[in-house]
């Protein structure tokens, strides 16, 4: 029969273990496994560290494969159909009823030009925004002409949609561009007729009254690629003068834009940020 061996470190670690247990006596073993009540408060926070009280995340289950919508997703278009759309023409298009909607596809839409821009019927504030976009193949036209379209949030902060596949045009309105404002940090943009990816987080801005007491910001990723990252937006959208902020509402519709070329879109959702602690 084999000896029992204890090794010395681990009759250490027994004796230790029963002397604790035994000056524990008739207490209650503490569990931290949801936290602790003793900590320190975080400075700038109500919590204190590790905080047994603080709202655990809720559960999020992502999608399948990168790209695909989250669990909690607001999915605007799914390859199906534009029911979540309708279209408004703006006085540069030659205003009145709105048009027909755009073009459907195999599984994408594309603007069928002087349709009016395509805006979501639901509104949103901040949130994060899954948007995938292919500029005509062949390519016609350049620079501005040649794939122009937008992501308009709020219906005016815009995140431009260009081919900017060899196709120089001024930096601040190339593809990923906050239009007239900022150009991207670099152009990772794909060929005409690949299928490109838009991540942008974005927070609304805030007024008190016609005052702006919080600028918009955007962080965008094209392809992987980040664009900016929590950049200031100067005010809405513009061609060649600078628009000052006028007040709206903390929630406005998803717009694309019909800048009359046929560019595609497909797999496009929404995630709205509540922030912290809001399981
Ligand atoms: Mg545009």
Redesign the pocket.
């Known amino acids: 029969m084999r000896k029992l061996v204890i090794p010395v470190c681990a009759a250490a670690a027994v004796a230790a273990a029963v002397m604790m247990a035994q000056s524990n006596k008739g207490k209650p073993a503490e569990n931290h496994d949801l936290g602790y009540s003793d900590t320190p408060v975080l400075p700038g926070q109500k919590w204190k560290v590790h905080d047994v009280e603080r709202p655990r995340p809720r559960i999020v289950t992502p999608g399948a494969k990168p790209g695909d919508p989250p669990s909690d997703a607001i999915v605007l278009f799914d390859g199906k159909d534009l029911s979540k759309w309708h279209t408004r023409k703006k006085a540069r298009q030659g205003g009145g009823e709105a048009a027909p909607l755009w073009r459907m596809g195999n599984g994408y839409f594309e603007t069928v030009g002087s349709s009016g821009d395509l805006v979501s019927n639901a509104k949103f504030g901040d949130a994060q925004f899954h948007i995938e976009w292919s500029a005509p193949t062949p390519p016609k036209g350049k620079s ?1 002409l040649r794939g ?3 992501i308009l949030i709020m219906e005016r902060y ?1 995140i ?3 081919d900017s596949w060899e196709n120089p045009t001024y930096a601040d ?1 190339q593809a990923g561009s906050i ?1 007239g404002q900022w150009p991207p940090f670099v152009n990772a943009t794909r060929p005409p007729g690949e299928w490109q990816v838009y991540d942008i987080i974005f927070e609304a801005p805030k007024f008190e009254g016609t005052r702006v007491v919080k600028m918009a910001n955007a962080t965008v990723i094209h392809n992987g690629v980040v664009l900016h990252h929590k950049q200031d937006i100067i005010g809405p ?1 513009a061609h060649r003068i600078v628009r000052k902020y006028e007040p709206h509402g903390a929630e406005e519709s998803l717009a694309l ?1 019909d ?1 009359g070329d046929p560019v595609r879109y497909r797999n496009i959702w929404v995630r709205p940020l509540r922030g912290y602690d809001n399981p």
Do not use: I
Request: no cysteine; glycine share 16%; net charge negative.
């Open positions: 501005q122009n379209s937008g815009e431009q949609v260009l309105g239009y959208m834009q800048h």
